[in-house]
T-cell receptor, first 114, second 112 residues
Framework: GAVVSQHPSWVICKSGTSVKIECRSLDFQATTMFWYRQFPKQSLMLMATSNEGSKATYEQGVEKDKFLINHASLTLSTLTVTSAHPEDSSFYICSAHGVRTPLHFGNGTRLTVT | GENVEQHPSTLSVQEGDSAVIKCTYS??????FPWYKQELGKRPQLIID?????GEKKDQRIAVTLNKTAKHFSLHITETQPEDSAVYFC???????????FGSGTRLSIRP
């Protein structure tokens, strides 16, 4: 079945550094990818919608200059958390769907900023 | 804006009994309603979905009902088993290609 690979699964970084998270669709072309953030015991909050070859659409309250999203190909989208701070620590999950492929989630990335 | 409300936030049922989770949505244009199961530390997994042209859909022990007039949809799990323990999220979207708005989640616990 369709698989979405997300890497890394966890990362620890120092405050002020940037972290890049990759989301790949392994066996289908992802026309749209979504990035979510999930705090402990809370729901998934949509951060942005990423369409291949165009700029991402950010949800209200999400800083586009802080959370850089690139969807350079039909199988890869990246989320870069720039100048990370402890409050950026969270579980980040991507999801992707194709023309004939329903939405599938990546395994998520647990980011800890020290 | 779009909003999905989900109740209850926690639910504990005896093994073998049924569990029901209810959601309401605000965007009348929504026509696709997936349900996800998320185990601790793992990604959400699609367990069942329903489109607006159908009132009910069943897959073994899981069923979903939709009332478009009232903008309600519900997840029903029968003959619950310990492995059903997880957090369940409802969601609504205009289409499977559009952004999905999630409910706040229900933590389901199955008592042995």
């Amino acid at each position: 079945g369709a698989v979405v690979s997300q890497h890394p699964s966890w990362v620890i970084c120092k405050s002020g550094t940037s972290v890049k998270i990759e989301c790949r669709s392994l066996d289908f072309q992802a026309t749209t990818m979504f990035w979510y953030r999930q705090f402990p015991k809370q729901s998934l909050m949509l951060m942005a919608t990423s369409n291949e070859g165009s700029k991402a659409t950010y949800e209200q309250g999400v800083e586009k200059d802080k959370f850089l999203i690139n969807h350079a190909s039909l199988t890869l989208s990246t989320l870069t958390v720039t100048s990370a701070h402890p409050e950026d620590s969270s579980f980040y999950i991507c999801s992707a769907h194709g023309v004939r492929t329903p939405l599938h989630f990546g395994n998520g990335t647990r980011l800890t900023v020290t | 804006g779009e909003n999905v409300e989900q109740h209850p936030s926690t639910l504990s049922v005896q093994e073998g009994d049924s569990a029901v989770i209810k959601c309401t949505y605000s965007d009348s244009a929504s026509n696709y309603f997936p349900w996800y199961k998320q185990e601790l530390g793992k990604r959400p997994q699609l367990i069942i979905d329903i489109r607006s042209n159908v009132g009910e859909k069943k897959d073994q022990r899981i069923a979903v009902t939709l009332n478009k007039t009232a903008k309600h949809f519900s997840l029903h799990i029968t003959e619950t088993q310990p492995e059903d323990s997880a957090v369940y999220f409802c969601a609504a979207t205009y289409s499977s290609a559009s952004k999905i708005i999630f409910g706040s989640g229900t933590r389901l616990s199955i008592r042995p």
